[in-house]
């Protein structure tokens, strides 16, 4: 497994972004979750991505469950920033909206550490910017626990330029988490220079497009009746039709070259940059070595030009209005 540099973090070229164990796509059993994980470790992979709002909570059980007997060689990032329903129905229907308060910060993380089984996080992410706390009184909180021992490296997702840079003034931000792909390519009109310019490795999230990539969705009727997915507007009729022609595109020059368009489309994100590290979620052990697999993918300029050039023109925006309305206002 190739290696990348996330600040001081050694990790794998990609890593495992760990939702899909038990929100957004649908879930599946925790003993199918932790032969993933520790198929995942036997291939190379050292990063693990998961979040409190996951489940919400589950998803960091099964996480510390299946990487207990390997903790101290694999890196563990999770995410607060939510204010959680204390009851109801799994999944994301319990976010009421953000919370970066400094007391939810020191909150999410004594309950991150316990349900992970770890004595600290190695990279302690806000989700989502909280629009009423300042990212300085967030990040500053975030900071305390970081010299309290408790957290090692701190990150940010789906934040604004402006924000990255006061955040940074206040303390070290390792990584940005932000959603890219060739689906999703916003990152590249100023986040993606303003994390070079200070420092910030970018982890992309969803770098397959949601699946969608894959060219295996054809429509709503492949998605499973609790799939996040089916609340997307790019998975909308309206928009469907339009986007699956782009993607039937990828699949031709993938087979020109002899891969998958998964591997294709993640290869292109690899491609980006050496300080890029994807999270590609991967319930399925032969969609996990399928995706390790487009590591070893090499492509030249003019690869790059021409996979990117036959994905222009998605349909539909990002997310459902409710899930817009969490992002800063930068984002479309």
């Known amino acids: 497994m190739q290696m990348r540099k996330l600040g001081q973090l050694e990790v794998s070229a990609i890593g495992l ?62 995410k607060f920033g939510f204010d959680i329903a204390p009851e109801g129905a799994a999944g994301f229907e319990r976010m009421r909206g953000m919370d970066g308060t400094p007391d939810n910060a020191r909150r999410a993380i004594e309950g991150s550490l316990r349900r992970l089984g770890t004595e600290v996080i190695d990279l302690f992410y806000l989700h989502r910017p909280d629009p009423a706390t300042p990212i300085e ?27 990255l840079r006061r955040a940074h003034a206040v303390h070290p931000i390792t990584a940005l988490q932000s959603e890219y792909s060739l689906w999703e390519r916003y990152v590249e009109d100023e986040m993606l220079a303003t994390c070079r310019e200070l420092g910030i490795a970018l982890v992309p999230y969803s770098p397959l497009g949601r699946g969608f990539l894959s060219g295996k969705i054809r429509s709503k009727a492949d998605l499973a009746a609790a799939d996040f997915r089916s609340t997307l507007p790019r998975f909308e009729e309206a928009n469907l039709d339009a986007n699956l022609k782009l993607v039937d595109r990828l699949r031709q020059l993938a087979e020109e070259k002899g891969v998958t368009a998964a591997q294709l489309a ?37 690869d790059r030009a021409r996979i990117a050039a036959a994905m222009s023109g998605v349909q539909g925006a990002r997310y459902a209005p409710r899930e817009m309305s969490m992002l800063p206002k930068r984002s479309t």
């Not at 032969?35 to 996480?63: C, K, M, Q, S, W």
């Open 266 to 302: 993640l290869a292109w994100v690899l491609a980006q940059g050496d300080d890029i590290v994807p999270i590609p979620g991967s319930r399925k052990i032969a969609n996990l070595d399928d995706n390790i697999a487009a590591v070893a993918i090499t492509l030249t300029g003019d």
């Open 137 to 163: 009184d967030t990040v500053s909180a975030m900071a305390e626990l970081v010299h309290a021992g408790k957290a090692r490296f701190l990150g940010l997702s789906e934040v604004t330029a402006d924000q």
């Open 17 to 78: 972004g760990c939702m899909g164990f038990t929100a957004a796509y649908g879930g599946q059993e925790a003993a199918a979750s932790i032969a993933t994980l520790h198929h995942a470790v036997e291939r190379g992979i050292t990063f693990f991505d998961t979040a409190e709002v996951y489940g919400p909570y589950e998803n960091e059980e099964i996480v510390g469950r299946g990487l207990r007997a390997v903790r101290d060689k694999v890196v563990i990032a999770t």
